[in-house]
């Protein structure tokens, strides 16, 4: 027995997901849900013709049995092909497979998860005004990787970056962040303030300058750091 997405048309679209021999008997099934029963109604009662199609479905993935590392794992490799057609997937997984993977890694124990926000102001005085606005992604997030597009410097410190955020579910976000900071004389003691959204298309076309390579060897690099702190 398989899974198959079946689609009834007649006024209107219906997609039911069917558990049946094959797609014939599937269909058969949907159309017999239709005429014989009150399962698959259309809103519009004046149905003359019924078309229905059928297609297998992939026998899904249980993300929850997945532990947290092997989720980041494959939204890594997914996120490597995706930006490059130097390397094949066999050739990204070699290079996964290489990177610094403790056994007793955990990156929802080890890296630290923080709220992305739209907008956020800190700073390192105890008396620094802290405000954050417009949570993203409903999720907390660890910044893998930045890029700086631009920056000035005059009064304050004004940089334009694209970051990339593993998020509390494993998968990968990338925002598009412009940030100011006034410093002290000495740059000990600053404030920031920081606007935020997201972005999509790809993160290498967005910076322009990204290597899959130099990418997993800081991610290897960040793990390792996280596991070996004193």
Not at 181 to 206: C, F, I, M, N
Request: hydrophobic share 35%; with cysteine.
């Amino acid at each position: 027995m398989k899974n198959y997405e079946v689609t009834l048309m007649a006024t209107s679209y219906k997609k039911v997901e069917i558990c049946a021999d094959n797609e014939r008997a599937a269909e058969g099934l949907a159309a017999r849900m239709y005429h014989q029963t009150d399962m698959l109604n259309f809103t519009n009662e004046d149905v003359d013709e019924l078309a229905v199609q059928a297609t297998e479905l992939e026998t899904p993935v249980d993300k929850l049995a997945m532990s947290a590392k092997d989720r980041m794992y494959m939204s890594l490799l997914r996120f490597c092909m995706e930006q490059t057609a130097e390397f094949d997937e066999e050739e990204i997984r070699e290079m996964l497979d290489e990177l610094y993977w403790d056994s007793g890694f955990d990156p929802l124990l080890y890296w630290q998860f923080v709220p992305i926000c739209g907008f956020e102001v800190d700073g390192t005085e105890e008396m620094s005004h802290t405000y954050r606005h417009n949570r993203l992604f409903g999720m907390n997030g660890y910044r893998l990787d930045s890029s700086v597009e631009k920056g000035t410097a005059a009064m304050s410190t004004v940089t334009e970056s694209y970051e990339l955020w593993l998020l509390e579910d494993m998968s990968l976000a990338v925002t598009f962040c412009c940030q100011m900071t006034v410093a002290d004389r000495d740059g000990k003691y600053y404030e920031t303030a920081e606007y935020r959204y997201p972005v999509t298309g790809s993160y290498a076309a967005l910076t322009g300058d990204f290597y899959v390579e130099h990418f997993l060897e800081s991610v290897s690099e960040q793990i390792y750091m996280s596991r070996n702190m004193d």
